[in-house]
């Protein structure tokens, strides 16, 4: 639900628009009180009738029903009891997508919910909430963000634990599953490139990178997650995450190794698969993970670069770039849109970073490469 009688500035030529917001339970009301006299035509307008411009003087008033409101929490639920670890449930009455990361000190997982509305102290549902039953979930802790409404949902967690948050299926709320994995090789950061209104590259069949993207790090945290290997992700569903974000999260949770994952695409007809590094310290993991993808996908070697990528750049451990391969290349489309081939690239993905955990050379960097602000 939008703030009652809320009024933005926004700069409009020299002047300033103002834009007014009124809600209620069903629909919000937007009033656009312009600066100057504009024509309906001059304003893009993605929203349908009914419109109206008038207005007196210089004003042009221009007001219209939201068609959608703005989610609300409408309960939080805590399931301790679950063997593989534990789940949060978050009810909402309308869709909502979490934006997902951690913390490490203390350890907590932050679930942001942008636009939705937290309920207010005085409402039935307390802002803080304790499980009765002990588990990998200790405390819940529900938090207003932000000017323009949201609420940031703060989860106590006694160590730092793979976790999975996304839309609950057949629901408009967000389920997070806190798996509690004792962290034999510590912390795996995977990155899938891209994600919401950023898609990355876009086949002719119309397959979007970010998917193929998650796709692969869900597969690889899934398996690593088999392997013992706490693995976390940047983003574990489609919204857009900063890519300095990206790399403060990977230091921030301390993470040991760091993967992003992307799909290439080239003005020319290319194709094959290649891998990116900064440091030298990340040399050993990309050629572990170019190998491991050419054995598995039997695309093209196209080698493995140096490159100043954010994602490999600002991250403080070994850390690697890969390109899976090309996404305009129609015949690696077709591959990159197969859950098969989505399979062995996670496969080979997980293999290369088990081989680094366990492997001698990466010992040194593994014991120093640990951050936690
Ligand atoms: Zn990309």
Redesign the pocket.
């Known amino acids: 639900m939008l703030s009652l009688a809320r009024t933005v500035k926004e700069p409009f030529g020299c002047r300033r628009l103002s834009i007014r917001a009124l809600g209620h339970a069903a629909a919000g009301i937007a009033i656009l009180t312009l600066p100057v006299i504009v024509s309906r035509s001059a304003i893009a307008q993605p929203l349908a009738d009914p419109f109206s411009v008038g207005g007196p003087g210089s004003t042009d008033r221009l007001t219209f029903p939201l068609p959608l409101r703005s989610p609300a929490v409408r309960s939080v639920a805590v399931e301790n009891a679950s063997l593989s670890g534990s789940v949060l449930r978050i009810d909402t009455d309308a869709p909502v997508t979490p934006i997902a990361y951690c913390l490490a000190d203390p350890p907590r997982i932050v679930l942001d919910l942008v636009r939705a509305s937290c309920p207010s102290v005085s409402g039935d549902m307390p802002h803080t909430l304790t499980p009765r039953t002990a588990g990998a979930i200790e405390r819940v802790r529900l938090v207003p963000i932000g000017a323009d409404g949201g609420t940031r949902v703060l989860v106590d967690v006694p160590m730092l634990l793979p976790f999975h948050a996304r839309r609950t299926p057949g629901s408009t709320g967000v389920t997070l599953e806190v798996f509690r994995l004792a962290p034999r090789y510590g912390i795996v950061v995977l990155d899938a ?2 994600g919401g209104d950023e898609p ?2 876009v086949g002719r069949r119309g397959t979007l ?1 970010k998917d193929v993207n998650l796709s692969v790090a869900l597969r690889a945290q899934a398996i690593l997650a088999s392997h013992g290997v706490v693995c976390l992700l940047t983003r574990s569903d489609d919204f857009a995450a900063d890519l300095w974000d990206r790399a403060y999260f990977a230091n921030e949770c301390g993470a040991k190794l760091f993967v992003s994952v ?2 290439n695409a080239s003005q020319r007809q290319a194709s094959g698969t290649e891998a990116y590094y900064t440091s030298p310290v990340s040399r050993p993991l990309a050629d572990r993970i170019q190998t491991e993808m050419l054995m598995a996908l039997g695309r093209p070697d196209r080698g493995v670069h140096t490159c100043r990528f954010v994602v490999t750049r600002e991250t403080e451990m070994p850390a690697v770039l890969c390109e899976l391969a090309f996404l305009d290349n129609e015949e690696e489309e077709v591959l990159l849109s197969n859950p098969d081939f989505q399979g062995k690239a996670a496969e080979a993905i997980s293999r290369a970073v088990l081989g680094c955990l366990r492997g001698d050379g990466m010992r040194d960097t593994l014991s120093s490469g640990v951050f936690i602000r």
């Open positions: 490139g891209h990355g590259c990178e992307h799909c």
